[in-house]
Protein backbone atom coordinates (compact mmCIF):
# COMPACT_ATOMS: atom_id res chain seq x y z
CA UNK A 1 0.00 0.00 0.00
CA UNK A 2 1.36 3.26 -0.94
CA UNK A 3 1.70 6.03 1.78
CA UNK A 4 1.03 9.55 0.81
CA UNK A 5 2.82 13.04 2.31
CA UNK A 6 2.79 16.19 1.14
CA UNK A 7 4.57 19.84 1.34
CA UNK A 8 7.16 18.48 4.15
CA UNK A 9 9.48 21.41 5.34
CA UNK A 10 13.16 20.98 6.90
CA UNK A 11 13.12 20.96 10.25
CA UNK A 12 15.34 23.61 11.72
CA UNK A 13 18.15 21.51 13.54
CA UNK A 14 19.48 20.12 10.33
CA UNK A 15 22.24 22.90 8.71
CA UNK A 16 23.19 23.39 4.98
CA UNK A 17 26.02 20.76 4.08
CA UNK A 18 29.04 22.22 5.07
CA UNK A 19 32.68 21.22 4.27
CA UNK A 20 34.41 19.51 6.98
CA UNK A 21 37.50 20.55 8.09
CA UNK A 22 39.27 16.24 8.04
CA UNK A 23 41.16 15.00 5.33
CA UNK A 24 39.02 13.83 2.14
CA UNK A 25 41.05 11.57 -0.01
CA UNK A 26 38.14 12.49 -2.77
CA UNK A 27 39.85 12.03 -6.84
CA UNK A 28 41.00 15.40 -8.39
CA UNK A 29 39.00 17.63 -10.06
CA UNK A 30 37.53 16.20 -13.03
CA UNK A 31 39.60 17.85 -16.55
CA UNK A 32 39.64 18.01 -20.18
CA UNK A 33 41.67 16.39 -22.55
CA UNK A 34 42.31 17.34 -26.20
CA UNK A 35 40.69 14.20 -28.58
CA UNK A 36 43.46 12.14 -30.05
CA UNK A 37 43.92 12.99 -33.63
CA UNK A 38 43.52 10.51 -36.14
CA UNK A 39 41.99 8.46 -33.42
CA UNK A 40 39.22 7.30 -35.59
CA UNK A 41 41.70 6.24 -38.32
CA UNK A 42 43.46 4.17 -35.69
CA UNK A 43 40.88 2.72 -33.78
CA UNK A 44 40.08 -0.19 -36.72
CA UNK A 45 43.79 -1.42 -36.22
CA UNK A 46 42.99 -2.15 -32.37
CA UNK A 47 40.28 -4.42 -33.31
CA UNK A 48 40.95 -7.88 -33.96
CA UNK A 49 38.69 -9.36 -36.88
CA UNK A 50 39.00 -12.96 -37.06
CA UNK A 51 37.56 -15.46 -39.12
CA UNK A 52 36.28 -18.05 -36.22
CA UNK A 53 34.33 -19.91 -38.88
CA UNK A 54 37.20 -22.73 -39.96
CA UNK A 55 37.60 -23.26 -36.03
CA UNK A 56 33.93 -23.74 -34.62
CA UNK A 57 32.29 -24.94 -37.31
CA UNK A 58 34.70 -27.35 -39.47
CA UNK A 59 37.40 -27.79 -36.32
CA UNK A 60 39.99 -27.27 -39.00
CA UNK A 61 43.04 -24.85 -38.28
CA UNK A 62 46.57 -23.93 -39.49
CA UNK A 63 49.37 -25.23 -37.22
CA UNK A 64 50.00 -23.12 -33.92
CA UNK A 65 53.15 -23.20 -32.68
CA UNK A 66 53.86 -25.37 -29.45
CA UNK A 67 54.28 -23.74 -25.84
CA UNK A 68 58.20 -23.82 -26.38
CA UNK A 69 58.04 -21.22 -29.49
CA UNK A 70 55.80 -19.04 -27.26
CA UNK A 71 58.52 -16.73 -25.83
CA UNK A 72 57.64 -14.41 -23.01
CA UNK A 73 59.23 -11.24 -22.25
CA UNK A 74 60.15 -10.27 -18.92
CA UNK A 75 60.51 -7.01 -17.03
CA UNK A 76 62.42 -6.09 -14.25
CA UNK A 77 60.88 -6.20 -10.35
CA UNK A 78 60.63 -2.90 -8.39
CA UNK A 79 61.06 -3.82 -4.59
CA UNK A 80 60.68 -0.15 -3.30
CA UNK A 81 57.14 0.33 -5.16
CA UNK A 82 55.30 -3.03 -5.47
CA UNK A 83 52.71 -2.74 -8.05
CA UNK A 84 49.13 -3.67 -7.13
CA UNK A 85 48.17 -7.57 -7.45
CA UNK A 86 47.51 -8.96 -10.88
CA UNK A 87 49.76 -6.12 -12.94
CA UNK A 88 53.43 -8.50 -12.97
CA UNK A 89 50.64 -11.53 -14.26
CA UNK A 90 49.40 -9.66 -17.32
CA UNK A 91 46.16 -7.96 -15.72
CA UNK A 92 44.98 -4.69 -14.61
CA UNK A 93 45.37 -4.30 -11.06
CA UNK A 94 42.82 -6.44 -8.62
CA UNK A 95 44.30 -4.52 -5.40
CA UNK A 96 44.15 -1.08 -4.25
CA UNK A 97 47.62 -0.38 -2.81
CA UNK A 98 47.40 2.48 -5.34
CA UNK A 99 44.62 4.17 -4.42
CA UNK A 100 45.33 3.68 -0.86
CA UNK A 101 49.01 4.42 -0.37
CA UNK A 102 48.81 8.31 0.79
CA UNK A 103 46.07 6.78 3.70
CA UNK A 104 47.23 6.98 7.12
CA UNK A 105 45.08 4.76 9.85
CA UNK A 106 42.91 1.98 9.69
CA UNK A 107 39.44 1.75 11.13
CA UNK A 108 38.76 -1.37 13.65
CA UNK A 109 35.94 -2.61 11.87
CA UNK A 110 33.73 -5.02 13.33
CA UNK A 111 32.09 -8.37 12.73
CA UNK A 112 29.22 -6.74 12.36
CA UNK A 113 30.26 -3.88 9.90
CA UNK A 114 31.06 -6.40 7.75
CA UNK A 115 28.02 -8.39 7.61
CA UNK A 116 26.33 -5.33 6.77
CA UNK A 117 28.03 -4.96 4.14
CA UNK A 118 27.41 -7.83 2.34
CA UNK A 119 24.44 -7.27 -0.19
CA UNK A 120 20.71 -8.65 -0.38
CA UNK A 121 19.83 -8.60 -3.78
CA UNK A 122 23.24 -8.18 -5.99
CA UNK A 123 25.21 -11.35 -7.32
CA UNK A 124 27.99 -12.04 -5.59
CA UNK A 125 29.59 -15.59 -4.39
CA UNK A 126 29.13 -17.36 -1.39
CA UNK A 127 32.64 -16.68 -0.62
CA UNK A 128 36.20 -15.28 -1.68
CA UNK A 129 37.00 -12.92 -4.81
CA UNK A 130 35.10 -12.26 -7.91
CA UNK A 131 35.99 -10.21 -11.05
CA UNK A 132 34.99 -9.87 -14.13
CA UNK A 133 31.47 -11.29 -15.64
CA UNK A 134 31.88 -14.21 -18.50
CA UNK A 135 29.82 -15.72 -21.02
CA UNK A 136 26.64 -14.61 -19.77
CA UNK A 137 23.74 -16.51 -22.02
CA UNK A 138 20.50 -17.84 -22.22
CA UNK A 139 19.82 -21.35 -22.45
CA UNK A 140 17.16 -23.54 -22.60
CA UNK A 141 14.73 -21.56 -19.69
CA UNK A 142 18.02 -20.22 -17.41
CA UNK A 143 20.14 -17.27 -17.54
CA UNK A 144 23.89 -18.34 -16.87
CA UNK A 145 26.24 -16.12 -15.77
CA UNK A 146 30.18 -17.01 -15.42
CA UNK A 147 32.64 -15.40 -13.36
CA UNK A 148 36.30 -14.67 -12.65
CA UNK A 149 36.69 -16.62 -9.25
CA UNK A 150 39.75 -17.21 -6.53
CA UNK A 151 38.01 -20.37 -4.90
CA UNK A 152 40.83 -20.00 -1.91
CA UNK A 153 40.82 -16.47 -1.17
CA UNK A 154 39.37 -13.12 -0.83
CA UNK A 155 42.08 -11.81 -3.14
CA UNK A 156 43.02 -11.91 -6.73
CA UNK A 157 44.81 -15.55 -7.90
CA UNK A 158 43.87 -18.79 -8.94
CA UNK A 159 41.30 -17.28 -11.24
CA UNK A 160 38.93 -20.02 -12.30
CA UNK A 161 35.52 -19.69 -13.53
CA UNK A 162 32.39 -19.49 -11.52
CA UNK A 163 29.02 -20.69 -12.69
CA UNK A 164 25.51 -19.41 -11.10
CA UNK A 165 21.69 -19.78 -12.98
CA UNK A 166 18.39 -18.07 -12.45
CA UNK A 167 15.48 -17.94 -14.24
CA UNK A 168 14.59 -14.43 -13.59
CA UNK A 169 18.18 -12.52 -13.36
CA UNK A 170 17.87 -11.71 -9.50
CA UNK A 171 17.26 -15.43 -8.32
CA UNK A 172 20.17 -16.76 -8.26
CA UNK A 173 21.80 -20.47 -7.69
CA UNK A 174 25.43 -21.10 -7.47
CA UNK A 175 26.23 -24.13 -9.34
CA UNK A 176 29.83 -25.93 -8.88
CA UNK A 177 32.98 -24.03 -11.20
CA UNK A 178 32.52 -24.20 -14.30
CA UNK A 179 36.37 -24.38 -15.26
CA UNK A 180 39.59 -24.35 -13.45
CA UNK A 181 43.18 -23.68 -14.85
CA UNK A 182 44.64 -27.49 -15.23
CA UNK A 183 45.88 -27.15 -18.87
CA UNK A 184 49.25 -25.97 -20.10
CA UNK A 185 47.40 -23.33 -22.15
CA UNK A 186 45.47 -21.59 -18.80
CA UNK A 187 47.62 -23.04 -15.94
CA UNK A 188 48.09 -19.24 -14.82
CA UNK A 189 44.40 -18.38 -14.92
CA UNK A 190 41.18 -19.45 -16.95
CA UNK A 191 40.39 -15.89 -17.68
CA UNK A 192 37.88 -13.59 -19.25
CA UNK A 193 35.71 -14.72 -22.37
CA UNK A 194 32.74 -14.90 -23.77
CA UNK A 195 30.03 -16.85 -25.13
CA UNK A 196 28.82 -17.21 -29.03
CA UNK A 197 25.75 -19.78 -29.97
CA UNK A 198 25.52 -20.49 -32.96
CA UNK A 199 22.96 -21.19 -35.71
CA UNK A 200 22.37 -24.95 -34.96
CA UNK A 201 22.12 -23.83 -31.24
CA UNK A 202 25.77 -25.17 -30.60
CA UNK A 203 27.12 -22.93 -27.75
CA UNK A 204 30.84 -22.15 -28.28
CA UNK A 205 33.08 -20.76 -25.53
CA UNK A 206 36.31 -19.02 -26.40
CA UNK A 207 38.33 -17.52 -23.16
CA UNK A 208 42.01 -16.45 -22.45
CA UNK A 209 44.22 -18.47 -21.04
CA UNK A 210 47.32 -18.02 -19.30
CA UNK A 211 50.27 -20.09 -20.27
CA UNK A 212 52.89 -22.11 -18.05
CA UNK A 213 54.70 -19.20 -19.61
CA UNK A 214 52.17 -16.49 -18.88
CA UNK A 215 51.60 -15.95 -22.56
CA UNK A 216 47.85 -14.96 -23.02
CA UNK A 217 45.86 -16.99 -25.91
CA UNK A 218 42.57 -17.78 -26.45
CA UNK A 219 40.93 -20.94 -25.96
CA UNK A 220 37.82 -22.79 -26.89
CA UNK A 221 35.52 -25.00 -24.75
CA UNK A 222 32.10 -26.34 -25.01
CA UNK A 223 29.39 -28.21 -22.80
CA UNK A 224 30.02 -31.45 -22.16
CA UNK A 225 26.05 -32.72 -22.25
CA UNK A 226 23.95 -29.76 -24.71
CA UNK A 227 21.01 -31.34 -23.50
CA UNK A 228 21.92 -30.44 -19.87
CA UNK A 229 20.09 -27.01 -19.47
CA UNK A 230 22.37 -26.39 -16.27
CA UNK A 231 25.77 -26.77 -18.64
CA UNK A 232 27.15 -28.32 -15.47
CA UNK A 233 29.93 -29.68 -17.16
CA UNK A 234 32.74 -28.15 -19.81
CA UNK A 235 35.25 -29.71 -22.55
CA UNK A 236 38.01 -27.85 -23.42
CA UNK A 237 38.98 -28.09 -27.59
CA UNK A 238 41.92 -30.76 -28.02
CA UNK A 239 43.31 -28.27 -30.70
CA UNK A 240 43.75 -25.09 -27.93
CA UNK A 241 44.90 -22.76 -27.96
CA UNK A 242 43.08 -21.59 -31.50
CA UNK A 243 44.94 -17.76 -31.15
CA UNK A 244 47.94 -16.90 -29.62
CA UNK A 245 49.46 -12.92 -29.77
CA UNK A 246 50.63 -11.75 -33.21
CA UNK A 247 54.19 -10.49 -33.96
CA UNK A 248 53.26 -6.93 -32.51
CA UNK A 249 51.67 -7.67 -29.69
CA UNK A 250 53.12 -8.14 -26.87
CA UNK A 251 52.64 -11.84 -24.80
CA UNK A 252 51.04 -9.99 -21.86
CA UNK A 253 48.65 -7.68 -24.17
CA UNK A 254 46.47 -9.87 -25.84
CA UNK A 255 43.26 -10.99 -24.30
CA UNK A 256 39.49 -10.69 -23.46
CA UNK A 257 37.16 -11.98 -26.49
CA UNK A 258 34.29 -10.74 -27.09
CA UNK A 259 30.84 -12.49 -28.63
CA UNK A 260 31.69 -13.43 -32.24
CA UNK A 261 29.31 -12.29 -35.04
CA UNK A 262 28.72 -13.69 -38.82
CA UNK A 263 29.77 -11.25 -41.32
CA UNK A 264 28.06 -11.53 -45.03
CA UNK A 265 30.23 -13.94 -45.94
CA UNK A 266 29.11 -16.47 -43.74
CA UNK A 267 32.43 -16.01 -41.35
CA UNK A 268 32.54 -15.15 -37.88
CA UNK A 269 34.17 -12.38 -36.22
CA UNK A 270 35.13 -11.19 -32.79
CA UNK A 271 37.18 -8.29 -31.00
CA UNK A 272 40.59 -8.90 -28.43
CA UNK A 273 41.85 -6.42 -26.18
CA UNK A 274 44.96 -5.21 -26.92
CA UNK A 275 47.36 -1.91 -26.87
CA UNK A 276 47.74 -0.17 -30.01
CA UNK A 277 45.83 2.59 -29.69
CA UNK A 278 48.36 5.89 -28.19
CA UNK A 279 47.22 7.15 -24.86
CA UNK A 280 44.58 4.48 -23.96
CA UNK A 281 46.79 1.70 -22.67
CA UNK A 282 45.71 -1.75 -22.79
CA UNK A 283 42.13 -2.33 -23.72
CA UNK A 284 39.92 -5.34 -21.45
CA UNK A 285 36.76 -6.43 -21.89
CA UNK A 286 35.80 -5.10 -25.26
CA UNK A 287 32.00 -5.51 -26.14
CA UNK A 288 31.17 -4.58 -29.49
CA UNK A 289 27.19 -5.58 -30.36
CA UNK A 290 24.16 -3.39 -32.00
CA UNK A 291 21.48 -1.16 -31.10
CA UNK A 292 18.49 -0.54 -33.29
CA UNK A 293 18.13 3.16 -33.56
CA UNK A 294 14.51 3.55 -33.01
CA UNK A 295 15.34 2.37 -29.18
CA UNK A 296 12.77 -0.29 -29.24
CA UNK A 297 14.18 -3.77 -28.38
CA UNK A 298 17.63 -5.49 -28.14
CA UNK A 299 19.42 -7.09 -31.37
CA UNK A 300 21.25 -10.01 -31.56
CA UNK A 301 25.22 -9.62 -31.96
CA UNK A 302 25.07 -10.60 -36.21
CA UNK A 303 22.40 -8.00 -36.60
CA UNK A 304 23.12 -5.25 -39.25
CA UNK A 305 21.75 -3.49 -41.93
CA UNK A 306 19.44 0.37 -42.19
CA UNK A 307 18.08 1.53 -38.96
CA UNK A 308 21.20 0.22 -36.54
CA UNK A 309 24.19 1.35 -35.09
CA UNK A 310 27.28 -0.08 -33.16
CA UNK A 311 28.34 0.22 -29.86
CA UNK A 312 32.14 -0.25 -29.12
CA UNK A 313 33.11 -0.27 -25.66
CA UNK A 314 36.58 -0.84 -24.01
CA UNK A 315 37.69 -1.34 -19.98
CA UNK A 316 40.66 0.79 -20.13
CA UNK A 317 43.69 -0.20 -17.92
CA UNK A 318 45.06 3.23 -17.47
CA UNK A 319 41.98 5.11 -16.53
CA UNK A 320 40.22 1.37 -14.95
CA UNK A 321 37.21 2.90 -16.29
CA UNK A 322 34.80 1.30 -19.22
CA UNK A 323 34.37 3.99 -22.16
CA UNK A 324 31.80 3.98 -24.93
CA UNK A 325 31.05 4.97 -28.53
CA UNK A 326 28.31 4.82 -31.04
CA UNK A 327 29.45 4.62 -34.85
CA UNK A 328 28.56 2.69 -37.67
CA UNK A 329 29.89 -0.60 -38.80
CA UNK A 330 30.52 -1.79 -42.38
CA UNK A 331 30.07 -5.59 -42.19
CA UNK A 332 31.70 -5.26 -46.10
CA UNK A 333 35.06 -4.08 -44.99
CA UNK A 334 35.00 -4.88 -41.31
CA UNK A 335 35.05 -0.77 -40.52
CA UNK A 336 33.64 1.00 -37.68
CA UNK A 337 33.36 4.60 -37.41
CA UNK A 338 32.33 6.57 -34.07
CA UNK A 339 29.55 9.01 -34.92
CA UNK A 340 31.01 11.50 -33.57
CA UNK A 341 35.35 11.69 -33.45
CA UNK A 342 35.45 13.91 -30.91
CA UNK A 343 34.09 11.66 -28.10
CA UNK A 344 35.78 8.49 -29.42
CA UNK A 345 36.27 5.63 -27.21
CA UNK A 346 38.39 6.85 -24.75
CA UNK A 347 37.81 10.31 -25.03
CA UNK A 348 33.85 10.67 -24.16
CA UNK A 349 31.43 8.78 -23.16
CA UNK A 350 32.03 6.42 -19.95
CA UNK A 351 30.06 3.49 -19.39
CA UNK A 352 29.64 3.96 -15.81
CA UNK A 353 30.57 6.97 -14.07
CA UNK A 354 31.52 5.51 -10.80
CA UNK A 355 32.56 1.44 -9.19
CA UNK A 356 32.03 0.13 -12.27
CA UNK A 357 35.04 -2.15 -15.16
CA UNK A 358 34.83 -5.23 -17.01
CA UNK A 359 30.83 -4.66 -18.28
CA UNK A 360 29.88 -7.37 -20.29
CA UNK A 361 26.82 -7.43 -22.66
CA UNK A 362 24.45 -10.96 -24.34
CA UNK A 363 21.60 -10.70 -26.36
CA UNK A 364 18.59 -12.25 -24.20
CA UNK A 365 16.55 -14.52 -27.09
CA UNK A 366 13.37 -15.03 -24.53
CA UNK A 367 12.77 -10.86 -24.04
CA UNK A 368 14.22 -9.59 -27.03
CA UNK A 369 16.69 -7.46 -25.31
CA UNK A 370 20.52 -6.64 -24.63
CA UNK A 371 21.68 -7.51 -21.20
CA UNK A 372 24.89 -5.65 -19.57
CA UNK A 373 26.38 -6.77 -16.06
CA UNK A 374 29.77 -4.97 -14.46
CA UNK A 375 32.12 -5.60 -11.98
CA UNK A 376 32.08 -3.11 -8.86
CA UNK A 377 35.13 -3.56 -7.22
CA UNK A 378 36.08 -2.71 -3.77
CA UNK A 379 38.03 0.48 -2.51
CA UNK A 380 38.98 -0.75 0.82
CA UNK A 381 42.43 -2.62 1.69
CA UNK A 382 42.99 -6.42 0.92
CA UNK A 383 43.59 -7.24 4.55
CA UNK A 384 39.56 -5.71 5.21
CA UNK A 385 38.58 -8.13 2.50
CA UNK A 386 40.67 -10.93 4.24
CA UNK A 387 38.89 -10.68 7.24
CA UNK A 388 35.57 -10.17 6.24
CA UNK A 389 35.93 -13.44 3.36
CA UNK A 390 34.75 -11.74 0.44
CA UNK A 391 35.39 -9.14 -2.04
CA UNK A 392 33.47 -7.65 -5.33
CA UNK A 393 30.22 -7.85 -6.26
CA UNK A 394 28.71 -7.82 -9.66
CA UNK A 395 25.80 -4.89 -11.11
CA UNK A 396 22.02 -5.48 -11.29
CA UNK A 397 21.90 -6.70 -14.68
CA UNK A 398 20.78 -3.58 -16.86
CA UNK A 399 19.11 -3.29 -20.49
CA UNK A 400 20.97 -1.22 -22.44
CA UNK A 401 18.96 0.87 -25.50
CA UNK A 402 20.05 3.06 -28.20
CA UNK A 403 18.83 6.35 -26.84
CA UNK A 404 16.32 7.69 -29.64
CA UNK A 405 15.73 11.21 -27.92
CA UNK A 406 19.56 12.17 -28.20
CA UNK A 407 20.79 10.23 -30.60
CA UNK A 408 24.24 10.32 -28.81
CA UNK A 409 24.06 8.03 -26.06
CA UNK A 410 22.85 4.61 -24.84
CA UNK A 411 20.20 4.46 -21.57
CA UNK A 412 20.63 1.94 -19.31
CA UNK A 413 18.03 0.61 -16.84
CA UNK A 414 17.79 -1.92 -13.94
CA UNK A 415 16.14 -5.29 -15.76
CA UNK A 416 12.40 -5.18 -14.93
CA UNK A 417 12.55 -8.36 -13.10
CA UNK A 418 14.30 -6.36 -10.10
CA UNK A 419 10.43 -4.89 -9.42
CA UNK A 420 9.97 -8.70 -7.77
CA UNK A 421 11.33 -7.87 -4.70
CA UNK A 422 9.29 -4.66 -4.25
CA UNK A 423 7.29 -4.72 -0.76
CA UNK A 424 5.32 -1.81 0.22
CA UNK A 425 5.97 1.63 -1.03
CA UNK A 426 6.08 5.20 0.35
CA UNK A 427 4.72 8.03 -2.32
CA UNK A 428 6.05 11.94 -1.48
CA UNK A 429 4.08 14.37 -3.59
CA UNK A 430 5.70 17.86 -4.08
CA UNK A 431 8.00 18.25 -0.77
CA UNK A 432 9.12 21.38 -0.96
CA UNK A 433 13.36 22.34 -0.05
CA UNK A 434 14.52 25.28 0.19
CA UNK A 435 17.82 26.68 -0.09
CA UNK A 436 20.12 25.15 2.24
CA UNK A 437 17.66 22.50 3.61
CA UNK A 438 17.95 18.71 4.37
CA UNK A 439 14.50 17.05 4.90
CA UNK A 440 14.30 13.65 6.50
CA UNK A 441 12.27 10.83 4.85
CA UNK A 442 10.09 8.93 7.19
CA UNK A 443 10.37 5.45 5.43
CA UNK A 444 12.36 3.35 8.02
CA UNK A 445 14.67 1.36 7.77
CA UNK A 446 16.71 2.26 3.97
CA UNK A 447 19.43 -0.36 3.69
CA UNK A 448 17.42 -1.70 0.65
CA UNK A 449 15.40 0.53 -1.48
CA UNK A 450 14.25 1.28 -4.87
CA UNK A 451 13.91 4.98 -5.45
CA UNK A 452 12.31 7.16 -7.81
CA UNK A 453 12.55 10.66 -7.48
CA UNK A 454 11.42 13.61 -10.09
CA UNK A 455 12.40 17.58 -8.60
CA UNK A 456 11.31 20.79 -10.74
CA UNK A 457 13.39 24.04 -9.38
CA UNK A 458 11.86 27.26 -8.57
CA UNK A 459 14.65 30.21 -9.48
CA UNK A 460 14.79 32.58 -6.91
CA UNK A 461 17.25 35.18 -8.44
CA UNK A 462 18.27 36.44 -11.68
CA UNK A 463 19.83 33.06 -12.95
CA UNK A 464 23.21 35.01 -13.39
CA UNK A 465 25.78 32.83 -15.44
CA UNK A 466 28.09 30.67 -13.19
CA UNK A 467 31.39 28.86 -14.95
CA UNK A 468 33.23 26.06 -13.76
CA UNK A 469 30.64 24.06 -11.59
CA UNK A 470 30.25 20.51 -12.10
CA UNK A 471 30.10 16.91 -10.52
CA UNK A 472 33.93 17.81 -8.76
CA UNK A 473 33.27 20.09 -5.85
CA UNK A 474 30.85 17.68 -4.20
CA UNK A 475 27.54 18.22 -2.03
CA UNK A 476 29.20 20.32 -0.25
CA UNK A 477 29.97 23.04 -3.22
CA UNK A 478 27.03 25.34 -3.94
CA UNK A 479 25.97 27.59 -6.58
CA UNK A 480 22.81 29.22 -7.41
CA UNK A 481 21.13 26.24 -8.89
CA UNK A 482 22.83 23.29 -7.23
CA UNK A 483 23.55 20.63 -5.63
CA UNK A 484 20.16 18.89 -4.62
CA UNK A 485 18.89 15.23 -4.48
CA UNK A 486 18.91 12.86 -2.21
CA UNK A 487 20.97 11.66 0.81
CA UNK A 488 21.31 7.92 0.95
CA UNK A 489 22.77 5.70 3.75
CA UNK A 490 23.02 8.77 6.33
CA UNK A 491 22.80 8.91 9.50
CA UNK A 492 20.48 11.09 11.37
CA UNK A 493 23.63 13.06 12.49
CA UNK A 494 25.09 13.50 9.15
CA UNK A 495 28.42 12.39 10.20
CA UNK A 496 27.29 9.74 7.65
CA UNK A 497 26.00 10.31 3.98
CA UNK A 498 26.43 9.74 0.47
CA UNK A 499 24.60 12.03 -1.57
CA UNK A 500 22.92 11.42 -5.34
CA UNK A 501 22.46 14.74 -7.05
CA UNK A 502 22.11 16.91 -9.59
CA UNK A 503 23.53 20.71 -9.95
CA UNK A 504 22.83 23.09 -13.15
CA UNK A 505 24.33 25.82 -13.90
CA UNK A 506 23.72 28.95 -16.57
CA UNK A 507 26.65 29.16 -18.58
CA UNK A 508 27.56 31.49 -21.82
CA UNK A 509 26.68 28.46 -24.01
CA UNK A 510 23.58 27.40 -22.48
CA UNK A 511 22.50 25.16 -19.33
CA UNK A 512 24.48 22.53 -18.33
CA UNK A 513 23.50 19.37 -15.75
CA UNK A 514 25.39 17.54 -13.91
CA UNK A 515 24.00 14.45 -12.38
CA UNK A 516 26.35 13.14 -9.08
CA UNK A 517 27.37 10.88 -6.18
CA UNK A 518 29.62 11.98 -3.80
CA UNK A 519 31.56 9.20 -1.16
CA UNK A 520 33.46 11.40 0.27
CA UNK A 521 31.40 11.40 3.30
CA UNK A 522 30.22 7.99 3.21
CA UNK A 523 32.44 7.03 6.16
CA UNK A 524 34.39 7.83 8.54
CA UNK A 525 37.23 5.23 7.80
CA UNK A 526 40.10 7.00 6.50
CA UNK A 527 41.04 3.44 5.02
CA UNK A 528 38.68 3.37 2.34
CA UNK A 529 39.18 5.42 -0.81
CA UNK A 530 36.06 8.00 -1.65
CA UNK A 531 35.77 10.04 -4.59
CA UNK A 532 32.94 12.48 -6.08
CA UNK A 533 31.67 10.52 -9.78
CA UNK A 534 29.69 12.00 -12.41
CA UNK A 535 28.92 14.07 -15.67
CA UNK A 536 27.06 15.83 -17.97
CA UNK A 537 23.67 14.61 -18.29
CA UNK A 538 21.61 15.65 -21.31
CA UNK A 539 17.82 16.99 -20.27
CA UNK A 540 15.71 17.76 -23.00
CA UNK A 541 13.03 20.14 -23.18
CA UNK A 542 10.44 19.77 -21.55
CA UNK A 543 12.07 17.07 -19.09
CA UNK A 544 11.86 17.28 -15.31
CA UNK A 545 14.88 16.17 -13.70
CA UNK A 546 14.83 12.31 -12.66
CA UNK A 547 16.82 10.14 -11.14
CA UNK A 548 15.99 6.09 -9.96
CA UNK A 549 18.42 5.14 -7.34
CA UNK A 550 18.83 0.89 -6.15
CA UNK A 551 20.29 0.93 -2.75
CA UNK A 552 21.35 -2.44 -1.55
CA UNK A 553 23.64 -1.94 1.30
CA UNK A 554 26.92 -0.91 0.48
CA UNK A 555 26.17 -0.42 -3.19
CA UNK A 556 24.35 2.26 -4.59
CA UNK A 557 23.00 2.18 -8.12
CA UNK A 558 22.05 5.83 -10.00
CA UNK A 559 20.73 6.69 -13.02
CA UNK A 560 20.16 9.64 -14.02
CA UNK A 561 17.44 10.79 -16.79
CA UNK A 562 15.91 7.65 -17.63
CA UNK A 563 19.60 5.76 -17.75
CA UNK A 564 21.45 8.38 -19.79
CA UNK A 565 24.14 8.99 -16.98
CA UNK A 566 24.74 6.08 -14.77
CA UNK A 567 27.31 5.81 -11.34
CA UNK A 568 27.71 2.62 -9.23
CA UNK A 569 29.31 3.70 -6.12
CA UNK A 570 30.43 0.82 -3.33
CA UNK A 571 30.78 2.95 0.23
CA UNK A 572 31.97 1.39 3.75
CA UNK A 573 29.32 3.45 6.66
CA UNK A 574 30.43 2.77 10.05
CA UNK A 575 27.29 4.32 11.81
CA UNK A 576 24.84 4.50 9.06
CA UNK A 577 23.84 0.90 9.00
CA UNK A 578 21.48 -1.84 9.76
CA UNK A 579 18.01 0.58 11.47
CA UNK A 580 20.69 3.74 11.42
CA UNK A 581 20.41 4.21 8.06
CA UNK A 582 18.56 6.74 7.18
CA UNK A 583 17.42 8.36 4.13
CA UNK A 584 16.72 13.07 3.79
CA UNK A 585 16.05 14.55 0.62
CA UNK A 586 18.48 18.12 0.29
CA UNK A 587 18.63 21.30 -1.58
CA UNK A 588 22.74 23.17 -1.15
CA UNK A 589 22.01 25.17 -3.83
CA UNK A 590 21.69 29.15 -2.97
CA UNK A 591 19.19 30.30 -5.49
CA UNK A 592 16.60 27.69 -5.96
CA UNK A 593 13.42 26.13 -4.57
CA UNK A 594 12.71 22.62 -5.34
CA UNK A 595 10.14 20.49 -4.88
CA UNK A 596 10.74 16.46 -5.18
CA UNK A 597 8.23 13.86 -5.77
CA UNK A 598 9.10 10.57 -5.08
CA UNK A 599 7.72 7.05 -4.92
CA UNK A 600 9.77 4.58 -2.85
CA UNK A 601 10.05 0.88 -2.29
CA UNK A 602 11.69 -1.40 -0.17
CA UNK A 603 13.13 -4.51 -1.88
CA UNK A 604 13.19 -7.94 -0.55
CA UNK A 605 16.07 -10.30 -0.39
CA UNK A 606 16.89 -12.25 -3.32
CA UNK A 607 17.94 -14.80 -1.25
CA UNK A 608 20.53 -16.25 -3.10
CA UNK A 609 22.09 -19.86 -2.68
CA UNK A 610 23.52 -23.18 -3.66
CA UNK A 611 21.25 -25.00 -6.44
CA UNK A 612 19.80 -28.28 -4.40
CA UNK A 613 21.85 -30.30 -6.66
CA UNK A 614 21.07 -33.84 -5.23
CA UNK A 615 17.22 -33.05 -5.79
CA UNK A 616 17.59 -33.18 -9.34
Given at each position: ???????L??????????????????G??????KP?????????S?I????????I?????K?????????????????????????????????????????K??????????????????????????????G?????????L?Y??N????????????????????????????????Q???????????????P??????L??????????????????????????????Y????????????????????????????G????T???????G????E?????P???????????????????????????????????????????????P????E??????????????????F?????????????????????D?????W??V??????V??????G???????????????????????????????????????T????????????????????????S???????????????????????E????F???????????????????????????????????????????????????H?????????????I??????????????RL???????????????K???????F?????????
Amino acid sequence: MDTPYHHLHAPPYYPPLLPEERPSNAGPPACHRKPFKGFAAILASAIFLLSLVALIINQTQKPLPSQDNIVPTSKPTSFSNPEPRGVAEGVSAKSNSHLLRNIKGSYNWTNAMFTWQRTSFHFQPEKNWMNDPNGPLFYKGWYHLFYQYNPDSAVWGNITWGHAVSTDLIHWLYLPIAMVPDQWYDINGVWTGSATILPNGQIIMLYTGSTDKSVQVQNLAYPADPSDPLLLDWVRYSGNPVLVPPRHIGPKDFRDPTTAWAGPDGKWRLTIGSKIVPGTGMWECVDFYPVAINGSVGLDTSATGPGIKHVLKASLDDTKVDHYAIGTYNPENDKWTPDNPEEDVGIGLKWDYGRNYASKSFYDPYKKRRIVWGWINETDTESDDLEKGWASVQTIPRTVLYDNKTGSNVVQWPVEEIESLRQNSTVFEEVVVEPGSVVPLDIGVATQLDISAEFETELLGSGATEEGYGCSGGAVDRSAMGPFGLLVNAHDSLSELTPIFFRSSNTTNGTNTYFCADETRSSLAPDVFKQVHGSKVPVLQGEKLSMRILVDHSIVESFGQGGRTVITSRIYPTKAIYGAARLFLFNNATGVNVKATLKIWRLNSAFIHPFPLDQI
